[in-house]
């Protein structure tokens, strides 16, 4: 893990690289795609276990299930969307993260990772505002320090 983003993550919204940091975390040592898929679920997972203590199971399921029907949303209103969207399957086995990666490929199955997550993220900025967010998903991923970040990730976002 690191200690800080990198100088070109910086400029992206905090949610963005809170979730980058959250996949790396995750699947950085995976070198074939059946770990991968299972470090890119395990990310998934690890992130619903942090919002479980926040929020509940319920809450959490419900939370990210909503990111990702804002994926589809925002996939159905690109001219060309080359991933294949997220299902909820995606939040239940390991199966579809391991047809992702076969299919598209390593970092597109990160990209689409880190996309979840990043809505995750900013739903719950919504909810429980930025500073609460970040303090608790930092206790878990250490490797991002929301202190170098001052975008509010939820600005701008219709959910």
């Known amino acids: 893990m690191r200690s800080s983003p990198p100088a070109e993550k910086r400029s992206e919204p905090p949610a963005r690289v ?9 699947s950085a040592r995976a070198s ?21 203590g926040l929020i509940g199971e319920v809450g ?8 990702v029907h804002l994926m589809r949303a925002a996939r159905t209103n690109e001219l060309s969307a080359p991933a294949p969207a997220l299902t909820g399957q995606h939040l239940k086995d390991v199966r579809p993260w391991q047809d992702l ?30 500073e609460l967010t970040f303090r608790v998903f930092s206790r878990s991923y250490p490797g991002f320090r929301a202190d170098e970040t001052s975008h509010d990730p939820a600005e701008g976002q219709d959910s």
């Open 18 to 26: 809170l979730a980058a940091t959250i996949v790396e975390a995750e």
């Open 32 to 52: 074939e795609p059946a770990t991968l898929a299972q470090q890119l679920h395990g990310s998934v997972l690890g992130a619903a276990q942090v919002l479980k």
């Open 60 to 67: 959490a399921h419900a939370l990210l299930s909503r990111a």
């Open 101 to 130: 990666v076969e299919q598209q490929g390593a970092a597109l199955a990160r990209q689409q990772a880190e996309n979840l997550l990043e809505h995750a993220i900013t739903l719950l900025c919504g909810f429980i505002g930025t």
